[in-house]
């Protein structure tokens, strides 16, 4: 049996995220989608820039807005030569910790430039405003170098059109992360053996279990599972539930059954679709048999079997489903 | 109050990509160790079980229950499990043998940090509102902190060469190290910057892999009748998540965490820091007021690999190792989380 050495898939993780903004983060982002910067008086009388909602030192709530300048100071700052696709700047550019004129602390924020050496602790930035303003941190596209023979203060930075005066009280922040998955060992070799339209489960060397799919362990005993078993494609319904409302992205269009089923030989259920039936009729014991996709399909996956359709052989009784061997059910 | 002990320690070897192997693949060979090394069959002789991991690096939700397939929980078990690397499940098994309700504890951390983008998948950890939308990866932000320490003379380009320079030699006796060698600061110095001013070299080199410890009280550990080191102290501190509003260049909470430890009432005569950028060693030698009189990371640090969500506590198991193995009589172990120190735990360790 030729197996790969590892199985992999790349995969995008999405979190839609809406957030609620409370008072604090947003008064600073109605600030932002108005082209005007915000921050907060701390205890001690410092701006801070972002505002934050409570004083790091003291807890105190804080409620004193003040406004800053779109000019600032570079307090830090590093290079990066090569962005990442995920950075808000595809050329290379500067991440920096910039003092905001009439602020305290600095904020962090994306500096376009033309080269490294251009940059320096202590050159002065200012603001270049998104064409769209629409309350996110990203309102500022990112800052520039302060060209000291032409610009004044703000003098790049048009107005934001007033076409909206309702404070920011929610922002949608959905992350997209990129994943590379890697089947386990145990995995891999199940997904090379189905691919081969085998099913192949492994027993546990203490307690005898049949685990299908199996991960490299039995949970029960804590102890990793090599032997192989190569079990059947007939079925037993453990458990099962009709699914009557669509599920967003799936593709099966309700009613339809889904099961907990035991192979026979195999002591743990796994989940599959049950077709070819009645769904009234569908019951705890039944005997099932896996309805294979054309061998010409098959791949590294689960749904190389299509579905579980029922077969006419006696009902296990419940004290036995999990407890078949290999060779079947003979009622 | 009761005294705790460190009885075992294992962790896997620092790997780029660990490849075809699933949580439970990662983690079961360091429990196997672990279990040997004292004589006990599962966690079931255990009287709690915590785990340190992070489903957003794997991105794989409920991993961490995917990773209690190593365990043996049939009977079910007293398990927990902390989003952190697995220093701080360390710090709330000591927790729950202190309050009495257990005597002896297994802890493990893993991760396999090669499945995504790490610097981008940490960015997420930041401010939801100012930071995370923008990505800042936490490279740069230890880039930008590296700065600081330059520009305002605290350290210099070849003084973060020489911290892994002796990481990497120091690393040579480690069978676990991922990266080790005889390498010149002028060799690392030529290099070009990698997300200036810090040069790749400074980074450390991150690994996928798990590490697993268990740890009961002094009794216990004399009934076992095995080697152990004591935790005499262990204290954790979290600084503003505000950078802005730090001193990047010391590390406050990590001086206090050593204070409350009781990390000076007597000689250090090791310390396993997780340092993850070259810089970062040179703060927390500062911070901690550590001179000549110290070994720093004896086991090449997490220069040598860095094992995320299990690196603290491999900082715990290798000062036990060499307690245990009457090498040293104390010495102490800190883990970090977070953007540029953060969030800093500092344990004292002592022989028996």
Redesign the interface.
């Known amino acids: 049996m030729a197996q790969p ?3 992999s898939q790349p ?1 995008e ?1 999405g979190f839609t ?1 809406t ?1 609620s ?1 409370g008072p604090v ?1 947003g008064r600073f ?1 109605t600030g932002l989608r108005d082209r005007r910067i915000f921050g907060i008086r701390a205890s001690d009388g410092r701006v ?1 820039v ?1 505002p ?1 909602e409570y004083d ?1 030192n003291t807890a105190a709530a804080l409620d004193e807005f003040v406004e800053v300048g779109q000019q600032g100071t570079i ?7 090569r962005p ?1 696709a ?3 700047l595809q050329q290379p550019f500067a ?3 910039i003092q905001l004129d009439g602020a305290d ?6 500096v376009a430039a033309a080269a ?1 050496e251009e940059l320096a ?1 202590g050159a002065r930035v200012q603001v270049k405003w998104a064409d769209e303003p629409r309350g ?3 309102d500022i596209r990112c800052f520039e170098l302060v060209d000291r023979k032409t610009t004044a203060e703000g003098a790049t930075n048009p107005a934001a059109p007033a076409n909206d005066d309702s404070p920011v009280t929610r ?1 949608d ?1 959905p ?1 997209y ?12 070799r199940f997904l090379a053996r189905i691919k081969e339209g085998v099913l192949s489960g492994q027993r546990c060397p203490r307690c005898a279990n049949v685990y299908i799919p199996p ?10 599972t090599e032997e192989e078993v190569v079990l059947p494609d007939k079925a037993t319904v453990q458990s099962f539930t009709i699914v009557a409302i669509p599920i967003p992205n799936n593709p099966i269009k309700p009613p339809f059954v889904i099961a907990n089923l035991v192979l026979d030989g195999a002591n743990i259920s796994f989940i599959h679709l049950l077709s070819e039936c009645e769904n009234s009729e569908v019951h705890i014991g039944q005997r099932v048999q896996a309805v294979w996709k054309p061998q010409a399909e098959w791949g590294y996956a689960m749904d190389n079997i299509r579905y579980f359709r029922p077969i006419d052989e006696p009902d296990v009784p419940v004290a036995m489903i999990g407890k078949l061997p290999v060779t079947g059910w003979e009622g | 109050m009761k005294e705790i002990a460190i009885v075992a320690f294992s962790q896997s070897d620092c790997l780029a990509r660990a490849g075809a192997a699933n949580e439970v693949e990662l983690i079961m060979p360091q429990l196997r160790a672990v279990f040997d090394q004292v004589g006990l069959n599962n966690a079931q002789d255990v009287d709690f079980v915590c785990s340190g991991s992070c489903d957003y690096l794997q991105g794989a939700a409920f991993a961490f229950v995917a990773g209690v397939d190593a365990l043996g929980a049939v009977p079910p078990i007293k398990e927990s499990h902390v989003e952190m690397d697995a220093a701080w499940a360390l710090y709330e098994s000591i927790l729950k043998i202190r309050m009495g309700q257990a005597e002896s504890a297994l802890i493990y951390g893993f991760a396999k940090a090669s499945s995504g983008e790490l610097p981008i998948v940490l960015s997420q950890q930041l401010d939801p509102y100012y930071l995370a939308p923008l990505w800042v990866d936490n490279v740069s932000l230890a880039a930008m902190q590296a700065r600081q320490l330059l520009e305002r003379g605290l350290a210099s380009e070849r003084a973060m060469a020489e911290v892994v320079v002796r990481a990497r030699r120091h690393a040579l006796a480690n069978p676990h190290a991922q990266l080790s060698g005889d390498v010149s600061v002028e060799e690392l110095l030529a290099a070009e910057t990698f997300v200036a001013p810090l040069r790749e070299s400074d980074c450390a080199p991150v690994a996928d892999g798990a590490a697993a410890m268990i740890i009961c009280t002094v009794e216990k550990a004399r009934a076992w009748g095995v080697p152990y080191a004591r935790i005499t102290g262990i204290d954790h501190r979290i600084e503003t998540h505000n950078l802005g509003m730090r001193d990047l260049t010391d590390s406050v909470s990590t001086r206090q965490a050593a204070e409350a430890a009781g990390m000076k009432r007597g000689p250090v005569q090791v310390a396993e820091l997780y340092a993850p950028f070259s810089h970062q060693e040179i703060i927390l030698c500062r911070a901690l007021g550590l001179g000549d009189e110290t070994v720093i990371n004896p086991s090449g640090g997490v220069m040598a690999g860095n094992l995320m969500m299990a690196s603290g506590l491999a900082r715990m198991g290798e000062v036990f190792r060499r307690i245990a193995s009457g090498e040293i009589g104390r010495g102490i172990a800190h883990a970090t989380s977070g953007p540029c120190l953060q969030h800093n735990l500092v344990a004292v360790l002592e022989s028996a």
Do not use: Q
């Open positions: 050495d590892v199985l995969f993780l995220y957030r903004t983060v982002l801070i972002p934050m790091p307090r830090s700052w590093c290079w990066v030569k990442r995920a950075h808000p991440w920096a910790m602390v600095p904020m962090i924020h994306c490294e602790t996110f941190i990203t922002i922040a992350v992360l990129h994943y590379n998955f890697t089947a386990g060992r145990a995995p891999a991960r490299g362990s039995c949970p029960a005993c804590g102890v990793a």
